[in-house]
């Protein structure tokens, strides 16, 4: 888990509130778009987890630069 998350940072350039799925899209190389598509429907499947999930990265995931 530690590997993965490695060199992760919140875009500050591609962000549209907070920059977690910017970040994201960043470190898994593709495109943020698609990133936040995936994450829209994953919230949608798990009710409110998906937006407690994002101000908790939004939270403890560093901002580049």
């Known amino acids: 888990m530690v590997t993965l998350m490695a060199g992760l940072t919140r875009s500050k350039n591609n962000k549209v509130i907070g920059g977690v799925c910017g970040g994201l899209a960043k470190r898994f190389e ?16 798990t009710a409110t987890v998906g937006a407690w999930l994002y101000v908790l990265l939004w939270l403890v995931i560093p901002e580049e630069g």
Do not use: E, G, N
Not at 30 to 45: C, E, G
């Open 30 to 45: 593709i495109d943020p778009t698609m990133m936040r598509i995936i994450y829209v429907i994953a919230s949608l499947l």
